[in-house]
């Protein structure tokens, strides 16, 4: 029957598209339902447009501070059109890479809009967005196994509803037609943060709000005070401990009520207001709840082979919950489609699900920071080594950066890496190898760093840990 | 996924080895543990344990092959739910290079000859006590794969990774691996199960438990402020350790005889009486135990093939009677075997004489390691506690072990009438990878022998 697979994923993102080849590069016939755009929010909306747009704004970062390299850079400045160009075209040539992919691997795309009639059967109904070519119509479709892979959306605070003109989500910021003069951001996570670095380099007058006392608020304490003094240095006001209680939208700008933790209200009027609060899953209209399928605060809820409580419906992705990264969505991809196929498949350790943030410094991490570790009861050895001891960082121009790692004093064991600092996220893939092939702290003093680089400081800040850094 | 044999390396040396025999068919369900096939080399034979459950579906290099190569796929398992006609099929088409079976010798059940001369020691691992198939790469002693972390685990908490089932990739030993094992072996020796019947609440057997875990479990039972905790000493931890894993680990038969000890106590007075005189002193003061040293010893010499130590892929046939003598330190503090050795070629006063010098420095720990390591056998006698008969946990490598019980008078029959006679019973327990019945009872029986005629121990 044609429209029977082995296994069906719904949505087409990191989750879905790398699981669906998963599956086909073991034998199975899979088909991917997608309804927006091929390759989900990472390509077309999320992580990989933001990085053209911050790629853009490091380069005028640079062009700025020409003098400090001795270099001599007049008549430049910023064509936010041409710097969106740029973006979209990125977003597309990955989306099209995405359904090159696909393609080759010989996964069907299903247009619309799916939903769950039993187990088993998915209907996909039509949608206004028009269908890639090659894709199959909307209709009934079985499946032995299917993956609900749908992705989050952006969280809407009652009261304070984006609205695509003056409350912006990722969506309407990532794709600006003018820079705004002023810019109010809710929320201090990754796209906060972001999104405050582009357009703070840009030329927006950039206020953070941030609920919890520390922004950041999943990264180590320490990392982030770092992160909000360079912040600060560059202009971005940032109020931690802090509410939005109210917005009032005018005519071409917004009035937010700020309500500080001592008590205080503050008025701050803003061009635009971008809602960076996190996101929640899409598990509405699915038919999860007339199948039975287990949720639990907007998420799907699975075991660690992404198996629901309903024999045959797995889910993957930011929609069976945080941390909701594209890496940990393609992962978790991998294992359902192994496990759907009777592999052998492992369950992922979460603890060592890296995260990276493209704000200017750059923030990467994996692991337990100082406090959880502390938490749970850990007697620890810290290392911090600052990048104004490593030459390749000082000649880089990016002296300010910090390497910190965590280890268990008892057994050795890696806990945790905490960096900030230039290209920080290129270089946390050391410690999660690391972690991943439980090194102790003995194994990574002996490795030999190469020098002249940057990495040589996460050498020096396990040293550290040990009381024998030695640029330091 | 159906489930690959592949042919396993007995030791780190081995690179083919003969397929002597297939213990399960085509088509039979085989469980985790079950042998499947036995393998030989020129100097062993090993049991090829089924790691998973499942459906043997296709024997790939048939019985009686010889010069199989190690690792080559000798046979597919198809696991639960598998279509055991399709793994067969698929198992089929896999490169075997099975040549044309040429006859193997047969190597049955029965235990592999005695080592050859030029086996020198007993280095290999024993391959019974390791479940065989399971861990081969650590029962041939080869490198172990483990994380960094798994290995400084391994070394603070104890434990041989060698034991340890890695559920890393390709079988690596990861730290929650580790975690999971038991401590070295003590923590099962030390858990006073007899003690008490098990709550409920109490681990399953199988279940490996932590050292601190289980003290924590142990202490939940009883009441604080009603007990002293005492930690462990060397002595007493080598012993929780090895006589738990020597019951754990050897198959013990016993065997029990009366022994009439009448000739032989008054044989002893007899001696005693004449013995000169030195320095003031009788020259020597014959104890029944030297005696039953001497007669043990006499009767290895007459059994000789009983005079075997355990190897793991075979056996030490050893040429003298090294006895060793069970010594209680201080009340109950620990126990040394201290080893008469040649005791064959000992006199009574000889051998009653150096084990009163062993036994003093035994006493004091004064004993250097040479002189309680090694040895054919032990005794082990509480007949001055009155203790009329007993068993006795072997100590590895020895096959054997005596236990020896009080001498008393007993009523017995003798040439059917009614008569007194001081019996003492001896119960000795085999190692029955070493040596069958009927051999451990030719060993009690020449000892009995000799006992019963003691002048025979005077010539």
Not at chain 1, 52 to 72: M, N
Not at chain 2, 153 to 169: I, T
Not at chain 2, 226 to 242: H, K, N, S, W
Request: hydrophobic share 45%; with cysteine; aromatic share 4%.
């Amino acid at each position: 029957m044609a429209n029977n697979y082995d296994v069906l994923f719904i949505g087409s993102g990191p989750g879905g598209y790398v699981g669906a080849i998963r599956a086909a590069q073991l034998g199975l016939k899979v088909g991917v339902i997608e309804r927006t755009h091929i390759g989900g929010i990472c390509p077309n909306w999320g992580c990989i447009p933001a990085k053209a747009l911050l790629r853009s704004a490091e380069i005028f970062h640079y062009i700025e501070h020409a003098k400090d390299y001795g270099l001599v850079a007049e008549k430049f400045g910023v064509d936010i059109a041409g710097v969106v160009k740029r973006s979209r075209g990125i977003a597309a040539q990955m989306s099209n890479g995405v359904g090159f992919l696909l393609k080759k691997n010989k996964v069907d795309v299903i247009w619309g809009q799916a939903s769950l009639t039993a187990p088993g059967k998915v209907t996909v109904a039509p949608v206004a967005e028009p269908a890639p070519k090659g894709a199959l119509t909307p209709g009934d479709y079985t499946a032995k196994n299917i993956v609900i892979a749908t992705g989050a959306r952006p969280r809407a605070l009652p009261g304070i509803e984006p609205d695509k003109k003056l409350i912006w989500t990722y969506f309407e910021a990532l794709a600006p037609a003018s820079v705004p003069k002023s810019l109010l951001i809710m929320g201090s996570g990754a796209i906060g943060v972001e999104f405050a670095t582009f357009y703070k380099t840009m030329g927006s007058d950039v206020t953070i709000v941030e609920l919890l006392p520390q922004i950041l608020p999943v990264e180590d304490a320490e990392i982030a005070g770092h992160a909000r003094k360079r912040f600060e240095k560059q202009g971005i006001k940032i109020l931690t401990g802090a509410k939005v209680s109210k917005v009032v939208k005018g005519a071409d700008n917004v009035t937010a009520t700020v309500e500080t933790s001592d008590g205080k209200v503050q008025t701050l009027t803003a061009d635009r207001l971008i809602s960076a609060v996190g996101v929640v899953g899409n598990i509405e209209n699915l038919g999860l709840e007339a199948l039975g399928v287990k949720t639990d605060r907007g998420c799907v809820v699975v075991d660690g082979l992404c198996r629901t409580n309903v024999p045959g419906v797995w889910a993957i992705g930011d929609v069976a919950g945080p941390p909701m990264l594209a890496h940990k969505a393609e992962h978790e991809g991998v294992i359902a489609a192994e496990a759907i196929a009777g592999k052998h498949a492992h369950a992922m350790d979460k603890l060592m699900i890296p995260g990276c943030t493209y704000c200017m410094p750059q923030i990467a991490s994996v692991g337990l920071t100082e406090a959880k570790a502390k938490e749970a009861g850990f007697e620890l050895k810290v290392g911090r080594f600052p990048f104004i001891g490593n030459g390749k960082a000082v000649a880089l121009g990016e002296p300010d950066g910090l390497v910190k790692t965590i280890f268990d004093a008892k057994t050795g064991r890696l806990l945790g890496a905490h960096l900030v600092g230039a290209e920080v996220t290129e270089l946390i893939q050391g410690f999660v190898l690391a972690m991943n092939l439980e090194t102790t702290e003995e194994e990574l003093i002996n490795a030999v760093f190469p020098h002249p680089t940057v990495s040589e400081t996460m050498h020096e800040s396990v040293l550290s840990a040990y009381g024998r850094a030695i640029h330091m | 996924m159906p489930v690959e044999i592949l042919m396993p390396a007995l030791s780190p040396t081995m690179e083919k080895g003969n397929l002597a025999k297939w213990l399960k068919k085509e088509g039979d369900k085989v469980a985790p543990g079950d042998v499947i096939a036995e393998i030989e080399t020129d100097k062993a034979t090993m049991e090829v344990e089924a790691i998973d459950e499942g459906t043997l579906a296709k024997i790939l290099v048939p019985e009686g092959t010889a010069d199989v190569p190690v690792n080559q796929l000798i046979a597919v398992l198809a696991t639960e739910g598998e279509d055991v006609q399709a793994v067969a099929a698929g198992g089929g088409a896999a490169p075997a290079k099975a040549e044309a079976p040429k006859e193997a010798p047969k190597a049955e059940a029965a235990p592999a000859e005695p080592a050859k001369a030029e086996a020198p020691k007993a280095e290999s691992v024993p391959a019974a006590a390791a479940p065989a198939a399971s861990a081969p790469a650590a029962a041939s002693g080869e490198r172990v794969f483990a994380s960094p972390l798994a290995r400084r685990l391994a070394k603070e908490k104890g434990v041989d990774l060698s034991g340890v089932k890695g559920s890393g990739p390709h079988g690596r030993v990861v730290a929650a691996d580790v975690e999971a094992a038991p401590a070295g072996g003590a923590a099962k020796a030390a858990a006073p199960a007899a003690a008490k019947p098990a709550p409920a609440a109490a681990a399953p057997a199988a279940a490996p438990v932590s050292n601190s875990a289980l003290l924590e479990q142990v202490k939940a039972y009883y009441e604080p402020g009603t007990y002293e905790e005492i930690p462990l000493d060397g002595m007493r931890r080598v012993i929780a350790q090895r006589m738990a894993e020597a019951r754990q680990t050897v198959p013990t038969f016993y065997l029990t005889v009366d022994c009439d000890v009448d000739a032989l106590l008054k044989l002893r007075e007899e001696l005693n009486k004449a013995a000169p005189e030195k320095d003031g002193k009788a020259a020597y003061k014959l104890s029944v135990n030297d005696f039953i040293i001497k007669a043990y010893a006499l009767a290895f010499q007459q059994v000789p093939d009983a005079n075997q130590v355990w190897g793991g892929d075979r056996y030490l046939k050893l040429k003298h009677s090294d006895i060793g003598v069970a010594v209680a330190i201080d009340g109950g503090k620990g126990l040394l075997t201290p080893i008469i050795r040649k005791a064959e070629t000992k006199t009574l006063s000889a051998i009653s004489n150096e084990t009163r010098e062993l036994a003093t420095r035994a006493r004091n720990k004064k004993l250097a390691p040479a002189e309680y390591q090694g040895g054919s056998s032990a005794i082990s006698n509480l007949g001055m506690f009155g203790i009329k008969d007993f068993t006795a946990i072997i100590n590895p490598p020895h096959a054997t072990i005596l236990a020896v019980g009080a001498s008393e008078q007993r009523a017995v029959v003798k040439k059917g009438e009614l008569a007194v006679a001081t019996v003492m019973t001896v119960t000795i327990s085999c190692d029955h990878r070493v040596m069958d019945g009927a051999m451990g009872a030719q060993l009690i029986g020449a000892f009995k022998q000799i006992i019963e005629k003691p002048m025979s121990m005077l010539v």
